[in-house]
């Protein structure tokens, strides 16, 4: 699969220009096969066409954004899919020609256009101070730090959840007959979705373990293909290697 990472930040504008300084960071590391970083400080519009050229499976944006909130805070954003009326996309695409850009905008102009991935996520920093200068304030940095690690993790995770969709439309229906095993692994999916909506882990390690002993006893539906099983043993290889990494001790 391929991931675009992309640091959305408006240059030099104090801790708005925390995209950039996220994408440099990012940019030095390895973060895994088909994950891109690129730095996203252009207009809107120019950014979904850059989308439309690439069509990653999946977009992380990271960025400052002002809501309010507590300088420094970080949040995770799950992006559902946006319906946006004509008026809407053209007020949007409008906006964007003058070369202004903000993870809202990136996100209504792509989706305007066609060309936001299904799976987008984002990740925001609420800043101290926008005036212009160089550097970020040490509640943006603090912020900073916290953020790059959700982006690691995302980037991380995007194969497992990759995987974990293309099994659920093949779960769906009667195609397969109940047994322990698929049961094991709807309860599975659920948790990934759980993860993909709001970040956490919750039993996916341990019903991990739980479809692994229902096939081991035989415990598996009548009706299974050549590509069923190459899904399910590769979502139990990508759990196998997440499970270090995410610093879970062991199934519950």
Do not use: C, K, N
Request: hydrophobic share 45%; glycine share 12%.
């Amino acid at each position: 699969m391929t991931v675009l990472v992309g640091g959305v930040g408006q240059l030099f504008q104090g801790d708005l220009d925390l995209g950039r300084v996220a994408a440099d960071r990012l940019a030095a590391e390895d973060l895994g096969h088909g994950v891109l970083v690129e730095e996203l400080h252009y207009g809107a519009v120019a950014v979904a066409q850059r989308l439309q050229d690439l069509a990653p499976d999946a977009l992380v944006l990271i960025g400052a954004e002002q809501r309010g909130r507590v300088p420094g805070t970080v949040e995770r954003r799950r992006v559902a899919a946006l319906e946006l009326d004509p008026e809407a996309v053209q007020v949007a695409v409008r906006d964007a020609i003058t070369g202004y850009v903000t993870i809202d905008l990136v996100l209504e102009v792509a989706a305007g256009l066609g060309a936001l991935p299904a799976r987008t996520v984002t990740i925001e920093v609420e800043p101290a101070r926008t005036d212009p200068g160089e550097g970020l304030s040490p509640e943006a940095e603090t912020g900073l730090a916290a953020a790059l690690q959700l982006v690691r993790a995302e980037a991380r995770r995007t194969p497992l959840l990759g995987v974990a969709e293309e099994l659920r439309g093949r779960l769906a229906g009667d195609r397969l007959e109940p047994s322990p095993a698929t049961e094991a692994m709807a309860e599975l999916l659920a948790e990934l979705d759980g993860l993909d909506r709001e970040g956490r882990w919750g039993r996916a390690f341990s019903l991990g373990e739980r479809v692994r002993h229902a096939i081991a006893a035989g415990a598996t539906p009548e009706g299974m293909e050549h590509l069923d099983w190459a899904l399910w043993w590769t979502l139990l290889e990508e759990l196998d290697r997440l499970l270090p990494v995410e610093g879970v001790s062991g199934p519950e």
